[in-house]
């Protein structure tokens, strides 16, 4: 079993910039890939950027240049800068990590954090 804790949302205002971290714990696993997703009430959740275990990325086209996925395999960690931020970047924000449980793919999602951005 994998745990996700995310951290970092909040409220900022357009142009401002925020960055959300989500930690991965457990015992014997390993993070394939990780990425995060976005979604609004109302609407399907949405891929917002993903990154591979070599660290190739790929970003919704609403968000590149403006946000980056980073991930740190020693902690577990992945990070989602976001800058130069839009009012219709606001959304819950969630953390997915495909991993490895002792040798078994399984998906992983966090609780979500609310990422709110005022014009």
């Known amino acids: 079993q994998v745990e996700l804790v995310e951290s970092g949302g909040g409220l900022v205002q357009a142009g401002g910039s925020l960055r959300l971290s989500c930690a991965a714990s457990?015992?014997?696993?390993?993070?394939?890939?990780a990425g995060w997703y976005r979604q609004v009430p109302g609407n399907q959740r949405e891929l917002v950027a993903v990154i591979t275990t070599g660290g190739s990325t790929n970003y919704a086209d609403s968000v590149k240049g403006r946000f980056t996925i980073s991930r740190d395999n020693a902690e577990n960690t992945v990070h989602l800068q976001m800058n130069s931020l839009k009012p219709e970047d606001t959304a819950v924000y969630y953390c997915?990590?495909?991993?490895?449980?002792?040798?078994?793919?399984?998906?992983?999602w966090g609780q979500g954090t609310q990422v709110t951005v005022s014009s």
């Open positions: 457990g015992r014997r696993f390993s993070i394939n890939s």
């Open positions: 997915n990590v495909k991993a490895f449980v002792v040798g078994v793919p399984l998906d992983y």
